[in-house]
């Protein structure tokens, strides 16, 4: 009989769930040990999204926990480091927030949330009311930790006097978890109401870590790395991992050895170029990582179909304003140039500012820079001296964002250029091949190239089809088809103007050595010889335009022929 698979944790943010449960899990647990040893008071840690944040807080929290159930580690690294566990595990009063859920479109509302959030928290500990530990001060102040109306002071204190309490309870300090203490800060910024949030997360953190006796230690994670001066003023015990971190490096995320192992489990090892190209590349601190999300996501895909192409699934989780905004800057050709040599491949030495607060996000050009670094889209190659860092694109699934926002930029601009635009269409009409010529290599000088340094040559046309497409979108009226399969093959792009008389062919061609004149015949003579004009004369067309487009680079030939 087949032994059945684990399955695969996608989405699983619970750690005892995912051990329980039969799932799949790649030990992260030496975590847990590199904390303790590389002992911190606050530890605030900065990842991308979906690196397996939220799962490695739910492990910490089932770790120290003192009604945790601990027969969820065994078989795990940390169970062998027995001293250690011995003197740990099991032993503290944990408080676990989880701020990602306040996204809200006004103040008052966000607000509301963060008190739901905390009454939630609270009444985990609803033994406290009858504590004899605790005196009927301190009872009085449990019971207004449950009121969902308390005021922004009560609400600022909370956690320190949750903290306090259970102290008392447990006569144990208490381990206290913030994961995503950024969110709130990124929802209010995009909704207007940044100052007001900004104060109530700075009093909730300040009390809770600064001024805390009852605290053991303190982790936190975000995206940002928000300056200390906003939200962690005064906090001199806060030790910052970033991406560029070389400690806790192989904590977040997959190395090459798990992704080995996991493909190997799941009989699926043929497929592990394509998820070394899609997802690997990211670089923390000395470790090369995979993001887990998109690794497990096409793991799954592929064990029911092996010949699915790879997607990017964690792009389809978040909005790419950052890519977005970055690409609109391109209208300075230096950006321009720049954003052309990271999708070709290359690396780009840029000074990064790991500190930001959100209002100085999109004001210059250098933070982006620093955005797309800490929020995953772009990657540090080779050792950083200084703040001086080498980017790069870190695989295909993220130059592919790159590459969709450079194309809808395209477009959006394309529709406000409607003279120009016209004309083009006009002279494909009239068969002024000259004119189409003339404006579409102004077009090319204009937009980002996509370089495909890597590709075959097939789909180097892509990136001019696009543009073309891109173009010819602004007749509304028009027949156009792509790739449709016509006689022998596929016609490249066939336009049908709403004369109703007349039918275009256009075969694109990229001429790989430069040699735009033979790339142009060739186009003509794949038009020819595919019959392609066959189905435009079945439908009485008689007048019948064959356009052969040749291009390199920024550089394009056109040919036409007339049926």
């Known amino acids: 009989m087949e032994m059945r698979k684990k399955k695969l944790p996608i989405g699983i943010e619970d750690f005892e769930e995912l051990r329980k449960e039969e799932f799949y899990y790649i030990d992260k647990t030496e975590f847990i040990a590199e904390l303790l040893y590389n002992w911190g008071a606050v530890n605030l840690f900065t990842r991308p999204r979906r690196f397996g944040k939220s799962l490695n807080m739910s492990m910490l929290e089932h770790f120290f926990s003192v009604n945790g159930d601990k027969s969820i580690f065994n078989g795990l690294n940390i169970a062998k480091k027995t001293t250690l566990c011995e003197e740990y595990m099991g032993k503290y009063p944990v408080i676990s927030v989880s701020l990602k859920g306040i996204d809200a479109k ?23 009311a009858d504590s004899e530990k605790l005196n009927e001060n301190d009872k009085s102040k449990y019971r207004k930790l449950l009121d969902d109306s308390m005021k922004e002071s009560l609400f600022g204190n909370s956690l320190k006097l949750l903290s ?70 005064g906090l001199n015990n806060l030790k910052v991992l970033t991406l560029a971190d070389e ?39 000395n470790a090369e990582v995979y993001c887990p999300w998109d690794v497990l996501n096409h793991c ?27 690409i609109q800057e391109s209208a300075n050709a230096a950006v321009k140039r720049e954003i052309e040599r990271l999708v070709a491949g290359e690396a780009i030495v840029k000074e990064i500012r790991q500190e930001l607060t959100y209002p100085e996000i999109y004001q210059t050009i250098d933070n982006i820079w620093s955005l797309l670094f800490t929020t995953g889209y772009l990657t540090k190659r080779g050792k950083a001296e200084g703040r001086q860092m080498k980017l790069a694109i870190p695989n295909l699934a993220v130059r592919d964002v790159f590459v969709t926002q450079i ?71 028009w027949g156009i088809s792509s790739n449709q399969e016509m006689g022998e093959g596929y016609a490249d792009i066939l336009v049908e103007p ?13 001429a790989h050595n430069g040699d735009l004149e033979a790339a142009g015949r060739e186009a003509l003579k794949q038009i020819a010889y595919t019959r392609y004009e066959e189905d435009l004369v079945d439908d009485g067309i008689e007048n019948i335009l064959k356009y052969g487009i040749a291009c390199y680079k920024k550089r394009c030939r056109v040919m036409m022929e007339r049926k």
């Open 106 to 128: 006004s103040y008052e509302m966000a607000y509301q949330m963060a008190v739901q959030i905390m009454t939630e928290i609270a009444a985990k500990y609803y033994f406290l």
């Open 164 to 233: 306090g309490m259970l102290e008392k309870h447990y006569g144990a300090k208490v381990v206290l978890l913030i994961d995503e203490y950024d969110v709130p800060l990124a929802k209010a910024f995009a909704n207007g109401y940044y100052e007001q949030m900004v104060f109530l997360i700075r009093s909730l953190l300040g009390q809770a870590l600064k001024t805390n006796s009852s605290l053991k230690f303190a982790v936190l994670t975000g995206c940002l790395r928000i300056s200390k001066e906003s939200i962690f003023t």
């Open 247 to 285: 400690r806790f490096d192989e904590c977040f995320g997959f190395t090459d050895q798990e992704v080995k192992e996991l493909l190997e489990y799941y009989d699926v090892t043929d497929h592990y170029e394509t998820v070394k190209k899609w997802y690997d590349g990211y670089q923390f601190g």
């Open 300 to 326: 799954d895909r592929i064990r029911n179909e092996p010949y699915v192409w790879p997607e990017n699934y964690w792009i389809n989780t978040s909005s790419n304003d950052a890519v977005k905004r970055f």
């Open 407 to 477: 194309m809808e930029f395209f477009q959006e601009n394309v529709r406000e250029d409607g003279n120009t635009l016209n004309g083009f269409c006009q002279a494909l009409q009239d068969g002024n091949a000259e004119d189409v010529e003339k404006i579409f290599t102004g077009y090319l000088k204009k937009t980002i190239s996509i370089r495909d340094t890597a590709v075959r040559t097939d789909m180097k046309e892509n990136f001019y089809h696009g543009v073309l497409l891109g173009i010819l979108g602004v007749k509304s009226q």
């Open 498 to 510: 709403d004369t109703g008389d007349i039918g275009i062919i256009i075969e694109v061609k990229y």
